[in-house]
């Protein structure tokens, strides 16, 4: 039998970055999908929609539908949406993470003294103005919830601040600590990927770029944890953590060997 039957692929620094897709993504797709296996792209990334992602996918060679995807933007709307449906929320985030919790029922609202929650997300806008109705939310009672907890983004070039920034702004100035963060390695995300691959979680492996969401989410869910070296992490890296993926490729490009010799 597959040791291996579905994939959950990260998608900056493992399927792409910024615009251009790491070599040997499409065709390693392709492969895996022509031999049966169930693939599900899994970002934390809440900068766009499930549908904007599919298209980028689809644009660079990798057709893929809304479906394909999960987010955490996606996954926090879902979240909340079941523990408090109709909730006034406000978000410290873009404009697709505000589409997606309308998209689930909440209600968005800046009013501090009506807040019930506060969210913190990547935010390529924050400001003085989010930080202080964040600030005055959560010290008038309202939940303090986020989307993802990666300090940094892999881009082009080097890394962009994410939404750790935003949290640790929240938790410095109301002296809370964030209650829940959805995104990977929560075990929130993880329900809603084996959900989306319907299949064992033994029989699923995360391959991502980083040790401290995409590996410690594969070691926390009972997943097969695949490193690539090509986002985030290095080799030197691995000598001072202790979180150790399974296996660890170059690049995706590798994935279809790694498959073939796991299967």
């Known amino acids: 039998m597959s040791m291996i039957k579905g994939y959950l692929?990260?998608?900056?620094?493992?399927?792409?970055?910024?615009?251009?897709?790491?070599?040997?993504?499409?065709?390693?797709?392709?492969?895996?999908?022509?031999?049966?296996?169930?693939?599900?792209?899994?970002?934390?990334?809440?900068?766009?929609?499930?549908?904007?992602?599919?298209?980028?996918?689809?644009?660079?060679?990798?057709?893929?539908?809304e479906d394909d995807v999960i987010n955490s933007s996606y996954v926090l709307a879902r979240y909340l949406a079941e523990r408090?449906?109709?909730?006034?929320?406000?978000?410290?985030?873009?404009?697709?993470?505000?589409?997606?919790?309308?998209?689930?029922?909440?209600?968005?609202?800046?009013?501090?003294?009506?807040?019930?929650?506060?969210?913190?997300?990547?935010?390529?806008?924050?400001?003085?103005?989010?930080?202080?109705?964040?600030?005055?939310?959560?010290?008038?009672?309202?939940?303090f919830v986020a989307?993802?907890?990666?300090?940094?983004?892999?881009?082009?070039?080097?890394?962009?601040?994410?939404?750790?920034?935003?949290?640790?702004?929240?938790?410095?100035?109301?002296?809370k600590k964030v209650e829940i963060v959805v995104g990977k390695p929560s075990p929130v995300i993880v329900s809603v990927a084996i959900e989306r691959l319907g299949i064992p979680r033994e029989k699923c492996a995360m391959v991502g770029d980083r040790l401290e969401t995409d590996m410690r989410m594969a070691r926390d869910a009972g997943f097969i944890g695949i490193l690539t070296l090509s986002g985030i992490?290095?080799?030197?890296?691995?000598?001072h953590s202790n979180i150790q993926p399974n296996y660890i490729i170059n690049s995706i490009a590798e994935l279809r060997d790694l498959d073939a010799k796991l299967n």
């Open 147 to 175: 989307t993802n907890p990666d300090r940094t983004c892999p881009v082009d070039g080097g890394e962009i601040p994410d939404a750790a920034g935003v949290i640790a702004a929240l938790e410095a100035t109301t002296m």
């Open 233 to 239: 992490t290095s080799r030197s890296d691995l000598d």
């Open 9 to 65: 692929l990260d998608f900056d620094g493992t399927v792409y970055l910024s615009d251009h897709l790491i070599d040997g993504a499409a065709e390693t797709i392709s492969t895996l999908r022509s031999r049966g296996r169930r693939i599900v792209f899994l970002t934390n990334k809440p900068l766009y929609s499930r549908a904007d992602y599919a298209e980028k996918l689809s644009h660079l060679g990798v057709p893929a539908s």
């Open 84 to 143: 408090a449906p109709g909730a006034r929320v406000y978000a410290i985030g873009e404009p697709p993470l505000l589409a997606e919790l309308e998209g689930a029922g909440l209600s968005l609202c800046d009013d501090p003294e009506r807040i019930e929650y506060v969210i913190a997300a990547f935010d390529r806008t924050f400001n003085y103005e989010k930080l202080n109705i964040g600030f005055q939310a959560i010290r008038r009672g309202a939940h």
